[in-house]
């Protein structure tokens, strides 16, 4: 089946730094990938939307300069969080639509703790 | 705004049949209903799907009432595996964006 790699699963930064947060389709084409946000004991939030060759598509409320996302090939799409601070701690999964009709399949996640 | 309701948690006894009931009063006649699941620090995984007919698979089964504002996720011999929490989401096909609500928290319990 269709496969999406994340990678970090885990990195610890400081303040100030930025993180580069990379997703891979495996063995499909992915036009489009879906960033999403979780905070403990939340839901998944959707942060935006990244297309293959033209600017992503950001969700109400997220910072489009602190969330740098980057799609450039067919299976590649970064996020890179910008001059992070502790309150940009989270859980970061990135999706893309499956082969068939069978969903989205979503990465593994990466947890980001800013300290 | 997620268009689905979900009781925020339920308890089953491993090796019964867990039963998730979802809402979805407003789904429109394209929409399907997804069932994903995301066990702890995880991304969600795919469980089923469907249009309007029953549907069943390894994982799981899905019945849909016939008004479709309804439906209904069936894990007919839970393990302690299966808790996780539980996402009914209600969207068109296509490469349209996946809308998460709070979903449910089953614990399967020894």
């Known amino acids: 089946g269709a496969v999406v790699s994340q990678h970090p699963s885990w990195v610890i930064c400081k303040s100030g730094t930025s993180v580069k947060i990379e997703c891979r389709s495996l063995?499909?084409?992915?036009?489009?990938m879906f960033w999403y946000r979780q905070f403990p004991k939340q839901s998944l939030m959707l942060m935006a939307t990244?297309?293959?060759?033209?600017?992503?598509?950001?969700e109400q409320g997220v910072e489009k300069d602190k969330f740098l996302i980057n799609h450039a090939s067919l299976t590649l799409s970064t996020l890179t969080v910008t001059s992070a601070h502790p309150e940009d701690s989270s859980f970061y999964i990135c999706?893309?639509?499956?082969?068939?009709?069978?969903?989205?399949?979503f990465g593994s996640g990466t947890r980001l703790t800013v300290v | 705004d997620a268009k689905t309701t979900q009781p925020p948690s339920m308890d089953c006894a491993e090796g019964r049949a867990a039963n998730l009931p979802c809402n979805h009063s407003?789904?429109?006649?394209?929409?399907?209903v997804y069932w994903y699941r995301q066990i702890h620090s995880q991304g969600p995984q795919y469980i089923i799907h469907?249009?309007?007919n029953n549907e069943t698979n390894e994982m799981a089964s899905l019945i849909i009432t016939e008004d479709r504002k309804s439906s209904t996720l069936i894990l007919p011999h839970a393990t302690l595996r299966d808790t996780a929490v539980y996402y009914c989401?209600?969207?068109?096909?296509?490469?349209?964006?996946?809308?998460f609500g709070k979903g449910t928290k089953l614990t399967v319990n020894p």
């Open positions: 063995d499909f084409q992915a036009t489009t």
């Open positions: 999706s893309a639509p499956g082969t068939g009709d069978y969903g989205y399949t």
């Open positions: 469907g249009l309007k």
């Open positions: 989401i209600v969207r068109v096909g296509g490469s349209e964006k996946l809308v």
């Open positions: 407003t789904i429109s006649g394209n929409e399907y």
């Open positions: 990244s297309n293959e060759g033209s600017k992503a598509t950001y």
